[in-house]
């Protein structure tokens, strides 16, 4: 059994891979708050298992094996955050940290009942696509609410979870995943106005809009 750490490492390549990023060193010891010498130790420890090929400047990617282990992972963590939410009454800004230590104490069974329970669901909470039980994983937008032109009509797919914070303000501007909204003006570069169904305009911060996956809506 791969110890939480070495599943959190795989987790972090899969996710930085994800965003188009490499996996170098410093990347990977910054997003998961560690030193570089630790993720050198155990870059080495998974590419001896077989889990990942590193190269120093191209940083780590996984193997078909260790993209298998981290989609297991993503699928228990995203199941955990839904079922918190759906079953628990947690709200999308709580359930990021309790799924980050849950989803290594799951057993299979576990994972099991959770899907069947909730319908075999295929997104969480923040919109981000759950991975089968098989390791497919529907493909998601890498374009963020920032870059839409002015004039065009974006469909909310998902946003990041990392941050309770943002999301709190996100759900405050009504700014759900699957929400429709119409891109208006940038009053003054740092900002940005949207036009709600309601036809009621928020202005976002480019932080948050950063934060907010789109695509188009027809
Ligand atoms: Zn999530």
């Given amino acids: ?18 965003e188009n990023a490499r996996a170098t060193t ?4 910054a997003r998961l708050n560690v030193t570089a ?7 080495k420890k998974l590419a001896e298992l ?3 090929f590193y190269e120093p400047y ?9 993209e298998k282990i981290a989609l297991e992972v993503i699928r228990h963590h995203r199941l955990i955050e839904l079922y918190l939410t759906e079953a628990m009454g947690y709200s999308w800004d709580q359930v990021h940290a309790e ?15 959770i899907s069947t ?25 890498r374009d963020t609410l920032d870059t839409s032109a002015e004039g065009s009509r974006v469909r909310i797919e998902r946003v990041r979870d990392e941050d309770p ?3 709190r303000q996100v759900a405050d501007l009504g700014l759900l995943p699957q929400t429709v909204i119409t891109i208006g003006s940038r009053p003054d570069g740092a900002s940005l106005t949207v036009y709600l169904a309601d036809g009621q305009p928020r202005c976002i911060s480019t932080r948050i809009a950063q934060n907010i996956f789109i695509v188009d809506a027809p």
């Fill in 26 to 29: 410093n990347a990977l010891a």
């Fill in 1 to 18: 059994m791969l110890s939480e750490s070495a599943q959190d490492y795989l987790k972090a390549i899969y996710s930085l891979r994800h």
């Fill in 99 to 113: 799924a980050d230590r849950l989803e290594h104490a799951i057993s299979e069974e576990f994972e099991d009942r």
């Fill in 50 to 52: 077989k889990l990942v």
């Fill in 58 to 66: 191209q940083g780590a990617t996984l193997t078909p094996a260790g």
């Fill in 37 to 43: 010498a630790s993720v050198t130790g155990m870059l």
């Fill in 165 to 167: 914070a943002l999301l």
């Fill in 117 to 141: 329970l909730l319908g075999h669901p295929t997104v969480d909470p923040h919109g981000d696509p759950i991975p089968t039980k098989d390791g497919e994983i529907a493909a998601s937008s």
